[in-house]
């Protein structure tokens, strides 16, 4: 639905014509400022709820100038300086392509922009770390996965605080601390620079191309910042100085959780065929013209799911199946259904990567123990039906979440018949 305007279209030459007073002015620009901030909400809201729960980052790819962290009052854009504070250490540093880099020895290009990040571990017990506030809070119980690329430098300066030499002083055969290998730990909480539960740690960083390292986790409280932080390979023995360069982290997606039930495809036995290769098999003119008629005449606007597309898919991504019909407060599934389910075992056996989650899903009317049954045995019958018509048993999970995730109101007779649905959810997809 598209939101209309709710101002006035505005006649400048009018206004100033008639020397309307400035009152006017500001009603006027309150009902801009409304509009304005009504499209915002629709948008924000359209994200949130149509397309899954996905948090942004700001900055995701450290753009900014390339600096050695030098100031501790100058931040990076969209993050905040979070390093260890009792030695009076730098920030971390902005790193870009530099084959001649005479401050840090690091002459790598970004994986994505232009710029970097670098983080340190030091030899006197310090550390560094950024972090964000989140634009929408990360709900405890939730599994979310985030995903950053990771890599280390062959070499890397860095002039700790507590060693008095000047750039000028380091003469070309002077031998430099070593950096040993980082790891990055990724920390939640309720404020900047959070440090309330460990979310992720990574293994250490020794790939000196760039990988990219994804991170699953399940935040215990309400989770409204993250901070990445460079810490010492666990456990240890003595502080060492190591670092690790950081580029396009992606954003948090909520994914299902561990614990969800797995279809398990019932065992069958198969049956061998002697067939021809297929590039021996014969096709006679007739079938291969119908078959070239048929791909023709099967256009995507045909089709029941329109939403069904690989192009439009991500992981989170929910679909109802319209069209999908049961027995009245029964499982059984008619046949005036099956034209929609078809539709969706073409989509899974042409895409064998894509596993999905069958969500059966009730109105508020019955009671909850009767609900959550109803929903999960039709869930499971559609669940079946797929993998009669051959769709992969790996590729099918379902569930049933009776009538705790309405989407329309059990007060009415439409809210009521919205509610009683069953969903395809995308758990994962190959990119």
């Known amino acids: 639905m598209q939101p209309q305007m709710a101002f006035e279209q505005l006649n400048w030459q009018d206004y100033i014509q008639t020397k309307t007073n400035v009152s006017n002015l500001d009603i006027y620009m309150k009902r801009i400022t409304i509009s304005i901030f009504t499209i915002f909400l629709i948008i924000s809201y359209n ?38 504070r009792e030695f009076n250490e730098s920030p971390p540093d902005i790193h870009t392509e530099n084959p001649n880099d005479p401050i840090f020895g690091v002459t790598k290009a ?64 002077q031998t430099m601390p070593p950096s040993k290998p980082a790891v990055l730990r990724i920390w939640g909480g309720i404020n900047f ?25 399940t935040p215990n409280i309400n989770t409204k910042a993250i901070s990445l932080e460079a810490f010492y390979k666990t456990p240890v023995l003595d502080p060492y100085f190591g670092h690790i360069l950081l580029d396009n982290a992606s954003e948090i997606r909520q994914i299902p959780c561990p614990g969800d039930e797995v279809f398990v495809a019932p065992q069958k036995k198969s049956k061998v ?22 791909t023709e005449e099967t256009p995507y606007k045909n089709k029941i799911l329109k939403d069904l597309n690989r ?16 027995e009245a407060n029964k499982s059984e599934i008619t046949k005036e259904s099956f034209v929609v389910l078809d539709e969706v075992v073409e989509f899974l056996q042409e895409n064998e990567d894509v596993r ?15 609900c959550d049954s109803l929903s999960r045995v039709r869930a499971k019958e559609v669940a079946q039906y797929l993998n009669k018509k051959g ?26 018949k919205k509610n009683q649905r069953v969903e395809i959810k995308i758990l994962s997809i190959d990119p």
């Open 391 to 416: 769709v992969k048993g790996g590729q099918l999970q379902f569930k049933g979440y009776g009538k705790r995730r309405p989407i329309a109101d059990n007060q009415t007779k439409s809210g009521r």
């Open 356 to 370: 999905i989650e069958v969500g059966g899903h009730t109105n508020g009317t019955p009671k909850h123990t009767f």
């Open 311 to 326: 192009s439009k898919l991500f992981t989170g991504k929910k679909i109802n199946i319209s069209n999908l019909y049961f």
């Open 47 to 84: 994200q949130v709820v149509g397309q899954g729960v996905v948090i942004t980052l700001s900055n995701p790819s450290f753009e900014d100038t390339p600096r050695a962290g030098t100031n501790k009052f100058i931040g990076i854009k969209g993050w905040v300086d979070c390093g260890t």
């Open 110 to 173: 970004a994986k994505d922009g232009k710029t970097y990040l670098g983080m340190v571990t030091r030899e006197n017990e310090s550390w560094e770390s950024v972090s964000q506030k989140l634009s929408m809070p990360l709900e405890p119980g939730k599994c979310y996965t985030f995903s950053i690329d990771l890599a280390r430098s062959e070499t890397y300066f860095s002039m700790m605080q507590d060693v008095t030499y000047a750039l000028d002083d380091i003469q070309p055969n």
């Open 273 to 294: 065929k002697d067939e021809k290769p297929p590039h021996l098999r014969r096709v006679s003119k007739s079938k291969q013209k119908k078959k070239e008629v048929a």
């Open 193 to 217: 620079c959070p440090r309330n539960q460990l979310l992720a740690e990574s293994k250490p960083v020794i790939n000196t191309d760039w990988v990219t390292y994804t991170f699953e986790f």
